[in-house]
């Protein structure tokens, strides 16, 4: 495992199934059958009246260093997991495919074809785990961070909560959360890799370090600057208060709350601020924050709010609960037969899909899947699928601080299109109906 551990190839991000199977469709002969695999989700979690598309940067960069290595290559006959023959195959690999889908940063409805993947059967079922441990968790913290974007309105959110999830989850959700609509992070390796805007002063730590409150927050003002954000409730909330006008004066630049009762603690220090003549000082509030505590406090004199736990947990739905399946697979002559599962329950929708937000007014009404095309009388609409990897070449445009700032682009564009019902937060339908069009 220690070799394994030094390389940066991507496949074996993946379960063992997927490597089998390819070792039997080498021997049936199906493994070079052209093959379209999509990605949906047949609900939306409990409560949601919309999704976001989030990973989908992440899954490309990770294409494009999916490959087997000597490291990987080793394990795989050594532990007898495949055949020589199909580890001759996995040598070689490099997906040649074409992948199709919704922008990062769109919102989908149940239904909704996420991703749609191209390819020859073995290509295209070995990414069946990589695409969708990305996408199912990024998703589900870019959906609970759109809900509590939107319940905070316009006082920004930081994602805080890279300490409530592995190390690498920690960069994924970062940036999923800002796709979703937060304002930064606390992650720094978040901030290199994807150029997003990090924040972090000081914690409980650093005032117990020193000998007295006043000492701690002099330290912080003369290394940070009267701009910093100052803790208060490390003893008493309203001798902190005093303590830190006092040392900052009136030009402090902010204060931050993390325990108690809340609400009445913001209105308490926005009393205590105005009364010492701190009127632009601001406050934020942290403490296991998600979107029905951040909709608590709007009538709050809150300025901005901090997030760990509830967002990079999908706050509730830690999953998006979004799937992979085989939709449709070609004849030699090229001609494509629709495949689908019919187990009860869990069905899915065979054949190529086409799918359009119809817009009324600007604002969406219905989410239009066409199988495999759409009538042309529907009336006014958005396509929703873009070219993501054509003939194996990734589109560079949506990986890296590009792609993230095309996400949020395109996530504040088709949230604004969304009717008001969208924002509730109450259990409900979906935003918009996903209507199917079969010829």
């Known amino acids: 495992m220690s070799d394994l551990t ?6 074996f991000f993946t379960d063992q199934y997927e490597l089998t199977m390819v070792q039997a469709a080498l021997e049936s002969g199906a493994a070079h ?6 990605v949906f989700g047949r609900t939306l979690p409990p409560g949601r009246r919309y999704g976001v598309v989030a990973g989908t940067g992440r899954i490309l960069e990770m294409i494009r260093d999916f490959r087997f290595d000597d490291a990987e290559l080793s394990f795989l006959s050594r532990e007898k997991i495949v055949d020589e023959r199909t580890i001759d195959w996995l040598a070689n690999y490099r997906f040649s495919g074409t992948i199709r889908g919704y ?8 239904g909704s074809p996420l991703l749609t993947i191209e390819s020859t059967f073995a290509e295209g079922v070995i990414l069946e785990t990589l695409i969708l441990s990305a996408m199912n968790y990024d998703c589900a913290v870019a959906s609970a961070a759109s809900r509590m974007a939107q319940a905070a309105s316009d006082r920004p959110c930081a994602e805080m909560g890279g300490r409530r999830t592995n190390e690498h989850a920690a960069v994924a959700a970062a940036r999923a959360a800002v ?3 937060f304002a930064s992070t606390s992650n720094l390796a978040a901030g290199l890799k994807y150029g997003l805007p990090t924040i972090g002063t000081s914690a409980h730590s650093f005032t117990l370090l020193h000998d007295s409150e006043r000492e701690a927050f002099a330290a912080q003002l003369k290394s940070l600057g009267t701009d910093t954000t100052l803790l208060l409730d490390t003893y008493d909330v309203e001798e902190a208060l005093a303590v830190a006008v006092d040392l900052g004066g009136v030009e402090l630049g902010g204060v931050r709350i993390d325990s108690g009762d809340l609400i009445e603690q913001a209105r308490e220090v926005r009393d205590g601020l105005d009364r010492l003549g701190a009127h632009d000082t601001t406050i934020t509030v942290t403490s296991d924050l ?3 505590a951040i909709a608590a406090l709007a009538a709050s004199p809150v300025d901005s709010y901090g997030v760990g736990t509830r967002v990079v947990t999908g706050s509730g739905a830690p999953a998006a609960g979004l799937v992979y399946k085989l939709v449709a697979r070609a004849d030699e002559a090229g001609e494509w037969t629709s495949v689908a599962k019919h187990a009860t329950g869990k069905p ?9 937000r119809l817009i009324d007014g600007a604002i969406a009404v219905e989410e239009a899947v066409g199988i495999p095309s759409l009538p042309d009388d529907l009336g006014e609409g958005r396509r929703l699928s873009v070219d993501l990897v054509v003939d194996g070449e990734v589109d560079e445009s949506f990986v890296g601080t590009a792609g993230v700032k095309k996400a949020c682009a395109r996530h504040d564009e088709s949230l604004a299109e969304l009717p008001r019902s969208a924002r509730r937060l109450q259990d409900g339908e979906p935003a918009i109906p996903t209507v199917f069009y079969s010829d």
């Open 6 to 11: 030094r390389t940066d190839s991507t496949a």
């Open 33 to 38: 059958r052209r093959s379209l695999f999509e």
């Open 103 to 110: 922008a990062e940063g769109e919102v989908y409805f149940p």
């Open 179 to 181: 796709i979703g609509g």
């Open 290 to 292: 998600d979107e029905y």
């Open 348 to 356: 899915s929708r065979g054949g190529h899909k086409e799918a359009l």
